[in-house]
């Protein structure tokens, strides 16, 4: 299975971006997946998380209200709407799927990750 993050950029505070993770391979659309990032000096984190079916979602509290994760299962992708992008959003992005049909808040019940996407937003 392979990931293929996009969507990242730079932009500007109170911005908006859609990141995209999607599948190929020997892929399998039920599985959870979550959306990670990684800032200079940081310990990786989990930012969102949607199980197979998209009808059960997680948010960090530093997004939530912000950020929307949704899945096209059709399409094997995961998107990751961000608004109101703030400074501290700044980090790498990275998708990844899980061992089982839910997400997780621990990296290791991951089994799969994409390359990542960097995300800057600038004050």
């Known amino acids: 299975v392979q990931l293929q993050a996009s969507g990242g950029g730079l932009v500007q505070t109170g911005d908006s971006l859609r990141l995209s993770c999607t599948a190929s391979?020997?892929?399998?659309?039920?599985?959870?997946v979550g959306w990670f990032r990684q800032a200079p000096g940081k310990e990786r984190e989990i930012v969102a998380g949607?199980?197979?079916?998209?009808?059960?979602?997680y948010y960090a509290d530093s997004v939530k209200g912000r950020f929307t994760i949704s899945r096209d299962r059709a399409k094997n992708t995961v998107y990751l709407q961000m608004n109101s992008l703030k400074p501290e959003d700044t980090a790498l992005y990275y998708c990844?799927?899980?061992?089982?049909?839910?997400?997780?808040?621990?990296?290791?019940?991951?089994?799969?990750w994409g390359q990542g996407t960097q995300v800057t937003v600038s004050s």
């Open positions: 990844a799927s899980a061992r089982s049909a839910t997400y997780s808040t621990d990296r290791a019940r991951y089994a799969y």
């Open positions: 391979g020997r892929t399998s659309s039920n599985n959870g």
């Open positions: 949607i199980n197979w079916r998209g009808d059960n979602t």
